[in-house]
């Protein structure tokens, strides 16, 4: 029998993307395990994120637990906060700092 399964969370991002380390911080305070896919630097390019969220832009999450798929990380990291989180957290600001999207 095998053991190997896939994390439930999906997580679309690009290399060097604050927005997306953003995501990355949150997903690690909250020890949920996830499957990062890198993607295309050029926008145009991005066609695996288009075809799973319909657009190219990252960050993307697409979380099999709960059947959402979300982009954005502001979108994201409330998502994370109201689905994962516990409640009040001291670093809420730090986690907010990597700016809008």
Partial sequence: MSETTDPPITFYRL???PFCERVTRLLKEYDLEYRSRFVEPMHSERNVVKRVAGVRTVPVVVDDNTGVTMAESANI???LESTYGEG????AAAAGAGGDD
């Fill in 15 to 17: 290399q060097g993307c």
């Fill in 77 to 79: 990291v409330d998502y």
């Fill in 88 to 91: 009040d957290r001291p670093d």
